[in-house]
């Protein structure tokens, strides 16, 4: 038996002339559903697969549900001659398109072998001729075929190949989705060790002393469990970088952390390499302390740390695909895949080609445009506070320019750092002075609402009804009121329900009862409810800041004053804006006065009210 081992997220295109057995190979060893002919294609088509003429647009649609596999990553396998290296290179794009692996399958069998199983067959036949240019021109393409781009290529030259040979799917060397964690990733060190040994001790992390045959003389693990991510640019910059390297390769290969390469690491492995290297942006400062090294010491060392840094995966999907770690950030549709592009975006994100004011390159927020379920956890670029958005967070807090050096727990979602010591180096681009605007970057992102969010059908996760779609019809009419109707979006935290929470009673002659209404609130903890006198009220929400400038720091709002007030549909409650500033005003000098501010330690509430008609 012999083990042809493929990616799991592979394009895997079969090679091979008619009657060399491609199509019953495909049936024993791959999934109805996963693969795709193209005689069957000809069929939906045409309703007869042997229709030549209709070849063209069996192959367009061939395409279709072989690039619909691979985005939503899954295997598909092309069942066709796939002798010609026209056709075979539209396929190898079109992997590469999807960020998935070309696998060449090439049955090379005897050419009278064919002939004979083409002359049995009863359904279709092709002309000997035919089939002998189909051998010559799969023949000639043999040698070319990695050149083509096909990253693993099998040869089956006999039956007794064929029979003996066993399909096994590798998973990505990017998925790590059965690692749960719990996790701590740190936001880039360069070379800021004293500060990574003080964060990984106020993580509790603990260290044992090695015996300092090349490693670092301590290695740091968690006594529960927790495994460290280091999020890359490990090097340059700070004044301890070879002990950084070695603390973090000597977690690595104890199994108590994981890495993941950065932009400054990657220039580092080629100049270890002999590659030419412009010595800037602090790479100086790493090749010092590997000068200041013994001679005996320093090319043992740099072949070491070098490997190490060179073996460095370009990102990890982890947690059943929940949590994504990468230096620069992570694409959703390149989750879990395996490319040059993949890495490069890992390694220095998204550019617009423009330089700003300081001569350098202006990045792309591509985290602005993220929609994936899965968190995003990356560094690279130095911002005053990690801060949330689109499920995405940058914990890079600047340490070696003297900002902090931070983690995020996971799952938890806590967030925990430590100052840097010193300065060690000036940053090109200021990030330590606050922002003018002193918007967090969710609220930046949101001040513009994106159309792509509300338009056609839409699901929302709950935790009372679980997963409720919305239709297309819905969602338009909704945009229509929002657009026209309602207050500002980032106002609306909360639209009150019209009816008790639990269901429709089973009293006969009741719509709600008591007893079931006490009932439901018991069982979610609540052990006192408020019960008043029906009334002819009107349902109003106030929500209701201290002042604006807590408006503009909760809310995003710096124009629309520091509250408003809607009803339950989220329309403005008074057409007056005198009179509905009169009423916060109100409402905001009794919380004052009450001391609610201080007693719940908030500057802004919401309320659920009745507004009386006296």
Sequence with gaps: MSTLTIPELSLV?????????KSTFARRHFLLTEVISSDFCRALIADDENDQASTAEAFDLLHVIAGKRLAGGRLAVVDATNVQPT????????AREYHAVPVALVFDLPEGQCQDRNRARSDRQIPAGALHRQVEQMRRGLRGLQKEGFRYVFRLTSDQQVEAAQIQRQPTWTNRSGEHGPFDVIGDVHGCCDELETLLEELGYVFT???????YSRLYSHPQGRKAVFLGDLVDRGPRVLDTLQLVHSMVQAGNALAVPGNHDARLVRKLQGRDVQVTHGLKSTLDEFDALPDDVRGALARDLGAFLDGLISHYVLDEGQLVVAHAGMLESMQGRASAQVRDFALYGETTGETDEFGLLVRNQWAAEYRGKARVVYGHVPVLQPEWLNNT??????????GRLTALRYPELELVSVPARRVYRQPERPFLQPQAERLSAQQQQDELLDVQDVLGKHGVETALMGHV???EGNSAA???VMSRFIVHPQWLIYLPPTMSPPEATQHPGYLEYPAEAFAYYRKNGVGQVVCEQKHMGSRLVAVVCRDAEVALRRFGLGDQGSGVLYTRTGRRFFADAGLETALLDQLRAGLEASGFWEAFHTGWVCLDCE???W
């Excluded at 056709?87 to 079109?94: F, G, N």
């Excluded at 967070?393 to 003297?402: N, S």
Aim: hydrophobic share 40%; with cysteine.
């Design 13 to 21: 295109v079969l090679i091979g002339p008619s009657g060399s057995g």
């Design 87 to 94: 056709a075979r290179r539209s396929l190898v794009a079109l």
């Design 478 to 480: 909704a945009l229509e």
């Design 393 to 402: 967070i940058d914990v890079d807090t600047g340490c070696v320019y003297g």
């Design 209 to 215: 002393l090695t015996d300092g045959s090349g490693t």
């Design 611 to 613: 507004l009386m008609p």
């Design 469 to 471: 779609t919305i239709p």
